[in-house]
């Protein structure tokens, strides 16, 4: 049986004022890791802005967790089952880390007697145990994107959203990260990561989009885009020469299972 989805976008026109940057765009998340491809300016970070229920469609429909978001009220209700690390996060340079994901675990309404041990399971699983009471302003900058990913899944949200969560990270880091998010799907949480590491998807996701200018142009496992590859592709790998294919005119797709 084909799980429920965790969210679902119908018809999504999502943009900046006038200037619309998705159309028409279907798409629903399920349980697993996802990966989202795509060039620069394609729409990745407004679609996860849209997930992550920050910014409200401009038309179209956002189902979290089986029901419409439509309403303060919703997002009120979806946003503590919802962990969202975004491209540049901010912070208060003076916190500790520890603080920076309890501050986070209170917004997410983690409850006060789990959220010392959610703190520390969180920077444990980033390998930041042993930084725990630096500040933040003292963090390297591949530190503090770790930091960054302890506070989106501190408290074990269903769905996590992360925006180039690998940039920065060192190989073991990444080889340990991709390890994490395929521990917490197991765990039954949707993971939908943006990234520019083809082989990150590779590795890690069951399920890979690609987005250009705005539209969904291919949906499937990593296997599928690879498939897709033609000799003339530029790229290393099968699934780099498939990425590049979708991306030159091949292949569009109505929705989208993640
Ligand atoms: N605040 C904003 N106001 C107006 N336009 C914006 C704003 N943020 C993004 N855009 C535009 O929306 C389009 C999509 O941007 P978005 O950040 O979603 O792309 P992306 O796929 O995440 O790109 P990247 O891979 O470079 O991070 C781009 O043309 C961008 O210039």
Redesign the pocket.
């Known amino acids: 049986m084909t799980p429920r989805p965790v969210a679902r976008l119908t018809a999504l026109a999502q943009?900046?004022?006038s200037?619309r940057?998705i159309e028409g765009l279907h798409l629903f998340v399920q349980p697993g890791v996802t990966g989202l491809l795509?060039?620069?300016?394609?729409?990745?970070?407004?679609?996860f802005r849209t997930l992550a229920t920050i910014a409200p469609p401009q038309s179209g429909t956002l189902e979290l967790f089986g029901k419409p978001v439509t309403s303060e009220r919703d997002v009120r209700r979806v946003r503590p089952r919802i962990g969202y690390l975004p491209?540049d996060f901010g912070y208060y340079p003076a916190f500790s880390v520890t603080d920076f994901v309890r501050y986070s675990a209170w917004l997410r309404e983690v409850p006060s007697k789990e959220a010392e041990s959610a703190t520390k399971e969180a920077l444990a699983a980033v390998g930041l145990a042993g930084r725990a009471r630096d500040r933040m302003k003292s963090l390297s900058g591949g530190m503090l994107r770790r930091a960054g990913i302890a506070a989106a899944i501190v408290g074990s949200p269903a769905l996590l959203l992360l925006?180039?969560p690998t940039v920065g990270l060192d190989p073991a880091q990444r080889l340990d990260f991709r390890e994490l998010i395929r521990s917490l799907a197991r765990d039954g949480a949707a993971v939908v990561l943006?990234t520019?590491l083809v082989e990150d998807v590779g590795a890690a996701c069951d399920t890979v989009l690609v987005?250009d200018d705005?539209r969904l142009v291919h949906s499937g496992t990593p296997q599928e885009l690879a498939a897709l590859s033609t000799p003339a592709a530029p790229g290393d790998s099968p699934l780099e020469r498939g990425y590049m294919t979708v991306l030159s005119g091949h292949g569009t797709t109505e929705e989208a299972a993640c």
């Open positions: 943009g900046y004022g200037h940057i795509g060039p620069n300016g394609a729409g990745k970070t407004t679609l491209q925006d180039e943006s520019h987005l705005g």
